[in-house]
């Protein structure tokens, strides 16, 4: 919600770059996904999950950083999760003025494995 403000030095927040519905990424690369905002003053950004809950980091598997990017690092396919790697998003920006937040972001990792095979042969006398 953006509140009117008549000090010409005072801009609620808007998006310069908002993330994209759909981040699809490989658990052997890992993933970055950008909500870049301005306004006066400098808005907050903060991201949460589809039903309002806020998100922390967690080790390993997702954080934010301080530009407010949301990192899923790349992870081993034992350590996937469900809440975490296949779950919505929407990142949050507010200042002083207002708030806005984004269109959900359906995240969803997946496994990438590298298959080895290999092809003995025995020669027989």
């Known amino acids: 919600m953006l509140l009117a403000s008549s000090d010409p030095l005072t ?3 808007s998006f310069i770059s908002e993330p994209p519905n759909r981040v699809e990424f490989s658990n052997v690369s890992g993933t970055v996904v ?8 400098r808005p907050i950004i903060t991201w949460v999950k589809s039903d309002g809950e ?3 980091d967690l080790p390993g598997l997702r954080h934010t950083r301080h530009d407010g990017a949301l990192v899923f690092p ?3 396919p034992e350590d ?7 779950a919505v998003y929407r990142c949050l920006v507010s200042n002083g003025i ?3 937040g984004s269109r959900d972001v359906h995240v969803r ?5 590298i298959f080895y095979s290999w092809t ?6």
């Open 80 to 86: 996937y999760r469900a809440d975490v790697h296949a």
């Open 74 to 76: 790349p992870f081993s």
């Open 34 to 41: 950008s909500c870049v905002a301005e306004g006066r003053p």
């Open 54 to 56: 806020l998100i922390h």
């Open 109 to 113: 990792a997946g496994n990438n494995f």
């Open 11 to 13: 801009k609620g927040p």
């Open 120 to 125: 003995l042969k025995k020669n027989f006398a």
């Open 98 to 100: 207002g708030s806005i």
